[in-house]
């Protein structure tokens, strides 16, 4: 009876969706059992309305791949202006660096390093993470329009662009923020604490070898 309310087209597009593995003969016997008739569209304006119905359904699944990746790049823009923040707290550090002459550019490039490295492994696998769980979301979602799979492939493009939106905002910002702190002049207190800290630590870490001090500071 629920079906008989529905559409003709709606009833064999949604026979077609729920049971792909039926032939089409069968599918009109189906329909003539229903209704009490023949059915009188072609079939060529079914397989339409059934291509353009999967196509919304692929649609659909696109725009939520890419919102979840704006949203991925939401968030690692917070954990980024988290890391600007704590930078402001390494001014200390950047200041005996520089004491010890290391040049700006030199900073910003140990900086650049250490923090590329870390903001490429979190969006990697961070993204990957996200990529398997969508596909599977996906999958599941899809079991019922036609035994449609989602491929590797077809989430390659997505995770690509969400990478490298991560990794440019990284990029700028820790780029500005070095930039900032490494330009800061060093009034002549700030340079008697720096060299006093300097040779305390080259005392009591370092030894005879100043050279190790950049790794004690880390």
């Known amino acids: ?38 059915f009188a569209g072609s079939v060529t304006s079914f397989q339409t309305i059934m291509h353009n119905y999967l196509y919304s359904y692929r649609l659909m699944g696109n725009y939520m791949v890419y919102l979840l990746c704006f949203l991925l790049a939401f968030v690692c823009l917070l954990i980024l202006l988290l890391m600007n923040m704590e930078l402001r707290t390494d001014q200390e550090t950047i200041r005996t660096l520089k004491i010890l002459g ?25 993204g990957g993470g996200m990529a398997i769980l969508l596909r599977k ?11 449609i799979r989602i491929s590797w492939i077809s989430m390659l493009l997505p995770a690509l662009f969400a990478l490298g939106i991560v990794l440019l905002l990284h990029t700028l910002l820790l780029l500005i923020a070095l930039h900032r702190i490494s330009s800061l002049p060093l009034t002549e207190v700030e340079h008697e604490k720096t060299r006093f800290r300097v040779n305390h630590l080259c005392f009591r870490k370092c030894g005879a070898s100043p050279k190790l001090l950049p790794f004690s500071l880390g």
């Open 137 to 147: 979301w996906l999958n599941r979602m899809f079991d019922g329009a036609g035994g």
């Open 102 to 126: 290391y040049t700006g550019a030199q900073i910003r490039l140990n900086y650049l390093r250490m923090y590329g490295k870390i903001t490429a492994a979190g969006a990697l696998f961070g």
């Open 1 to 38: 009876q629920e079906l008989k309310g529905e559409g003709e087209g709606e009833f064999y597009l949604t026979l077609w969706l729920d049971h792909p593995e039926a032939d089409e003969s069968q599918i009109l016997k189906d329909y003539h059992r229903y209704f009490g008739k023949d």
